[in-house]
């Protein structure tokens, strides 16, 4: 267990990282939609609160990641249940939230697809899971997969973050 906590150490700086880049764009995504709380609270702008939500989750899920890394002296179960955990919500919102925006049909996801919004987190979730599943038996050749998927939620939630940016300020959206 000494070999895995100090491989788990070794990831200090790069969750520490990106958890204060995660928690500065989930403070700014707050704030910008605070600003637009009458546009958001809209009955018929369900969609774009459907975007925002899993932008907000994307960002949320990645400062829980950091955190987790962050903890000393973590063991293969208590860093593998916590992202089972995080990974399986997360997977189960995402596939809720494409449901809910196929099932609604509201344009403002901007050029790109729901697919696009949506599908790409739940494949993170699903590469998460995977790598929890190798944390648990004790392995950490798994945990060099978390950094495209802390990269790809980051990404993902930016390109949402701007959709919402456009979308909060085009002519049709004024309060």
């Not at 200090?12 to 958001?40: C, E, K, N, Q, R």
């Not at 009955?43 to 400062?63: C, D, I, P, W, Y």
Request: contains cysteine.
């Amino acid at each position: 267990m000494a070999a895995f906590t100090q491989v788990v150490e070794g990831w200090h700086d790069f969750y520490l990282m990106i958890g204060a880049a995660a928690a500065t764009l989930v403070g700014l995504l707050f704030v910008s939609l605070a600003l637009h709380v009458d546009v958001i609270t809209r009955k018929e702008n369900t969609g774009l609160r459907t975007l925002a939500a899993q932008t907000f989750a994307n960002f949320l899920s990645v400062l829980l990641f950091a955190v987790l890394f962050l903890i000393p002296a973590q063991g293969p179960r208590g860093l593998g249940l916590p992202l089972v955990g995080i990974g399986s919500y997360g997977l189960y919102r995402s596939v809720r939230r494409l449901f809910l925006a196929r099932r609604t049909h509201t344009p403002v996801w901007g050029r790109g697809s729901v697919a696009r919004h949506v599908c790409g987190a739940a494949l993170c979730y699903l590469a998460l899971l995977a790598v929890a599943v190798s944390v648990l038996l004790g392995q950490t050749n798994g945990l060099y997969w978390l950094v495209p998927v802390m990269i790809l939620l980051i990404v993902e939630a930016s390109l949402n973050a701007w959709t919402l940016l456009l979308q909060l300020h085009s002519p049709g959206m004024e309060p």
